[in-house]
C-alpha cells in the first residue's frame, strides 16, 4: 500500500466541512503527513454585461478573497493549534476543478470531503461537488458524511 504522506482536505465553513476537516487533521496525525486546507472561492456569475448600478466587480471579488482570508486565518488559528505541518489555500474557480487540481500539483495522496447526503431534487439542481470529485479524480477520495441528529 501506498504511503499517505499528503492529504488535501477542502473546507467551506459549513458543518459538513468542518466534520471532514476533523477527520483529515485525525487521519494526518495518525499517518504523519502533511496536511492541505483548500478553500475555493466559488466564480460568481459574470454579469459584466448587464446594467447593475452601484456595483463594482472587482471590489466586490476583492471583498470576498479578504473575508474568506479572514475566515481560513481564524480557522486555522482556532484549528490548526497542536499540529504544524498544514499549508493554507485560497483559490477561485469551480471547487470540484480546483479541488482535483490543487491536488495533482501539490502531489497529495489522498482528498478527504464532506458530504451533507443530499438526495432526490436538492441534488438534481444543486449537484455535488463531491460525487464530481469522486467521479472525476484519480487520486483516492474519502467522503465524510454529516450525521443528522
Do not use: W
Not at 488559528?77 to 469551480?94: E, R
Not at 482535483?100 to 500539483?105: F, R
Request: with cysteine; charged share 25%; aromatic share 8%.
Amino acid at each position: 500500500m501506498k504511503k499517505i504522506s499528503t492529504i488535501l482536505t477542502a473546507i467551506d465553513f459549513s458543518e459538513s466541512s468542518d466534520n471532514a476537516f476533523k477527520m483529515a487533521l485525525s487521519m494526518a496525525q495518525s499517518f504523519s503527513a502533511r496536511l492541505l486546507i483548500l478553500h475555493v472561492i466559488n466564480e460568481p456569475v459574470d454579469l459584466r454585461g448587464f446594467y447593475v448600478p452601484h456595483i463594482s466587480f472587482e471590489k466586490l471579488e476583492e471583498e470576498i478573497e479578504a473575508g474568506a482570508q479572514k475566515m481560513m486565518e481564524s480557522f486555522c488559528n482556532i484549528n490548526m493549534v497542536n499540529f504544524k505541518d498544514y499549508d493554507c489555500l485560497i483559490v477561485s474557480g469551480l471547487p470540484y476543478e480546483q479541488i482535483i487540481g490543487q491536488a495533482e500539483e501539490k502531489g497529495a495522496d489522498m482528498i478527504v470531503l464532506g458530504t451533507n447526503g443530499r438526495t432526490g431534487l436538492d441534488h438534481i439542481l444543486f449537484g455535488s461537488t463531491a460525487e464530481k470529485v469522486v467521479r472525476k479524480s484519480k487520486i483516492p477520495v474519502l467522503t465524510v458524511r454529516l450525521d443528522e441528529a
